[in-house]
């Protein structure tokens, strides 16, 4: 089956660390994005992507970077890691002038102690 | 920050009986989905609705698009156990481009029995 998959599922680590998640998909979509959940505060976008040369900033980019590899990888990265990033990290994928449907991987849940 | 008021934030109800759920805003949306999240996963799409008035089902689930494309509810019907979770009302805002969608806080489905 076609599928999103991310890369840690989980992850413990301490402030100040650079830490990557990493998110693949085969479902030939061209758009990925990055949400973070917290209890309480539903989804929130983090950086979206179109296509491999297209990155643009989402809700609370602040303190995250991306990188779109390949049409099939878009990374996340927590430069120097603080408390409050604490947080489950959702990818997702969407085909670009089809529907506003997204898919979702299974999460990756980060702890910053 | 978030646009949508979803309600109610959690119910308790009985095996069997019937569950009803809303999401509303103050701005208009040209996408409504209804996304089902359960313990460790991503969100799962369970409805996608794209025009005003428009009803749909999925099995024992029932959603429509509100006339003033202002909001959304979704229906489940005798519920089951396998339908405790937590349900995200999300959509994509007019004139909001292909920037991710706006997502509810959820509404966590708990079954007794």
């Known amino acids: 089956d076609a599928d999103v998959t991310q890369t840690p599922r989980n992850r413990i680590t301490k402030t100040g660390k650079r830490i990557m998640l990493e998110c693949s998909q085969t479902?030939?979509?061209?758009?990925m994005y990055w949400y973070r959940q917290d209890p309480g505060l539903g989804l929130r976008l983090i950086y979206y992507s179109f296509d491999v040369k297209d990155i643009n900033k989402g809700e609370i980019s602040d303190g995250y970077s991306v990188s779109r590899q390949a049409q099939a990888k878009f990374s996340l990265s927590l430069e120097s890691a603080i408390p409050n990033q604490t947080a489950l990290y959702f990818c997702?994928?969407?085909?670009?002038?089809?529907?506003?449907?997204?898919?979702f991987g299974p999460g990756t849940r980060l702890t910053v102690l | 920050g978030q646009q949508l008021n979803q309600s109610p934030q959690s119910m308790f109800i009985q095996e069997g009986e019937d569950v009803s759920m809303n999401c509303t805003s103050s701005?208009?949306?040209?996408?409504w989905l209804w996304y089902k999240q359960d313990p460790g996963e991503g969100p799962v799409l369970l409805i996608a609705?794209?025009?005003?008035?428009e009803l749909t089902s999925n099995g024992r689930l029932t959603a429509q698009f509100g006339i003033t494309r202002k909001d959304s509810f979704l229906n489940i019907s005798a519920s089951i156990p396998s339908d405790v979770g937590i349900y995200f009302c999300a959509g994509q805002l007019q004139g909001g481009g292909a920037d991710g969608l706006t997502f509810g806080k959820g509404t966590h489905l708990i079954i007794q029995p």
């Open positions: 701005s208009i949306f040209n996408t």
């Open positions: 609705l794209y025009k005003a008035g």
């Open positions: 997702a994928t969407s085909l670009a002038g089809v529907t506003n449907e997204q898919f």
């Open positions: 479902k030939g979509h061209d758009r």
